[in-house]
């Protein structure tokens, strides 16, 4: 009775040892990014899903490894309590690599879901992203990628997501959302389209590796002024999203 008191009692302590430092590493791993991006504005909403999962992620860990080490102390306990030779591999570890096999055969079924923010430093845009990630982001005017964001009135360019992965397909095809809003620096709502895309938002699997929004400046605005440019494009057949972030200046024609 005191040995399995005493078992008991090593294991609670695992767990909460273990659930303890993921949570923690996870924390300083957040912190970290933003710091790293203190100047991207984030969603509260989003960041408190974010969290969540985290603490989801480091629950699961910590329960995983105690149940691994669980199994490996009742399997050492069936073999001395039936006086079994001993295997060349000692059966603790044989029941860790096994069962940690089945964990890792079991997640190669399931679709690896990426979550994080890229940073274009030359542009200050910013761009998270869920289930769905970019490999570059990029402003693109005239079939120029643009290292700065002053933008004549009256010309338009790209915000483009190039390398994406992630997206659900169906019968091979994609479909896609694009949302765009403009606001000044007062905060007023300049543009806000719900969905670029509506009506002709399906697309070959191999064509929606690349995504782009085409932005169009002109009245109201007004000359060297600024303005935050939002472009959203999400995964119509999952849960994907990219959200790009970028502040334009508005300037006379050279």
Sequence with gaps: M????????????LFKTLLL?????????????????FDFPFDAMYELSVLLKMFAVATSFALAVCLLVILADAADFFVIKRKMTALPLSIKTFSVVLVALVIFLASCNVPVVSAGIKKDFNTGMSSSYNGMEPEKVMLVMNNEVLGHTDIPLGESFL????????????????????????????????????????????????????????????????????????????????????????????????
């Design 2 to 13: 005191l040995n399995k008191l005493s078992s008991t009692n090593f294991h609670l302590r």
């Design 21 to 37: 430092t993921a949570n923690a590493a996870g924390l300083i791993i957040y912190l970290f990014v933003h710091l790293i991006f």
């Design 159 to 254: 915000i483009v997501n190039d390398g994406i992965k992630g997206m659900q397909a169906k019968n091979g095809k994609v479909k896609v959302g694009c949302a765009l809003s403009i606001t000044d620096k007062k905060g007023k709502l300049l543009l806000n389209e719900k969905d670029l895309f509506a009506g002709h938002d399906e697309f070959e699997e191999k064509d929606a590796q690349l995504l782009k929004c085409t932005v169009n400046t002109g009245e109201p605005m007004q000359w060297e002024e600024k303005y935050d440019v939002s472009v959203t494009f999400w995964d119509k057949n999952g849960s994907g999203k990219i959200e790009n972030k970028v502040t334009i200046r508005s300037i006379d024609m050279p």
